[in-house]
């Protein structure tokens, strides 16, 4: 009774611990202008972020409800200043708004995509 008993005690608390090492990180990001990431450009819109892992080296896919719009090589940086939210951008010499970074709480998501800016 008592192995019974330990064993049921034991997976009340293994369960939860193997469905974090399982877990997705996601993150919404809210575009009000197009943007290029990776070779995709990306209308103004709602987006849902997903990725495997806690990097530094992911991919992340760009969702709009069900549909996997786009996706791109990225590494997550330690950032305790980060603004939740915020992206950063740089604007290519053909005017191409290109998608750097998004901001998470902590944590920066960057875009291995840079390109150089007007005037370089």
Do not use: H
């Not at 608390?13 to 070779?39: E, T, W």
């Not at 209308?43 to 992340?60: D, H």
């Amino acid at each position: 009774m008592k192995i019974k008993l330990l064993s049921a005690t034991s997976m009340v608390f293994l369960i939860p611990a193997l469905a974090c090492v399982g877990q997705r990180n996601s993150a919404s990001l809210d575009l009000d202008r197009s943007v290029k990431v990776s070779d995709t450009q990306l209308a103004p819109g709602q987006y849902k972020l997903t990725w495997e892992g806690n990097g530094p080296n992911i991919t992340v896919n760009f969702t709009q409800g069900k549909k996997t719009v786009a996706s791109a090589p990225a590494k997550v940086v330690s950032d305790p200043s980060s603004q939740s939210g915020a992206i950063d951008t740089a604007t290519a010499a053909d005017k191409t708004v290109i998608l750097e970074g998004v901001e998470l709480k902590n944590e920066t998501i960057q875009f291995g995509n840079a390109a150089p800016a007007a005037g370089n």
